[in-house]
């Protein structure tokens, strides 16, 4: 019988005057990331690339609400926030949950940092 260990690092930063958390978790088939500022999973949305993407270099993603609020802004975030990481794991689905009282481009810049400090795969 083998076991597998699941990777998982965590940390917390302030950004922008707001207490920050990330866990990232590596999976097998997925990565999955918890980025809140609640202390809580908030929206959960999947993340996954294109595979029928003509351009290997710039795989186009595909977002998709599963939990929690559908809205325009979620899907930018999330994707801003999971695009470098599935290309980092090789082009892996990512699965992030968000709950943040700060989605400005500067926060979510300091956010996409503060997720690979989290680096696991």
């Known amino acids: 019988m083998s076991t ?20 990232c978790t590596e999976f097998s088939n997925y990565i999955f990331i918890v980025l ?3 202390g809580k999973i908030g929206t959960l949305v999947s993340v996954t690339p294109e595979s029928k993407s003509s351009d290997v270099c710039m795989p186009m993603f595909t977002t998709k609400v599963l939990m929690g609020k559908d809205e325009p802004l979620t899907h ?3 994707k801003n ?8 794991a090789g082009n892996r689905p990512v699965l992030i949950g968000l709950a ?12 996409r940092d503060l997720i690979k ?5």
């Open 76 to 78: 930018v975030c999330a």
């Open 117 to 121: 400090s989290c680096q696991v795969w």
């Open 36 to 38: 809140t500022q609640y």
């Open 4 to 23: 597998t260990m699941i990777k998982t690092r965590q940390t917390e930063k302030e950004i922008n005057g707001v207490r920050t958390q990330v866990i």
């Open 81 to 88: 926030l999971a695009t470098c990481v599935s290309q980092e």
């Open 100 to 111: 943040l009282k700060d989605s400005s481009i500067e926060a979510v810049k300091l956010m």
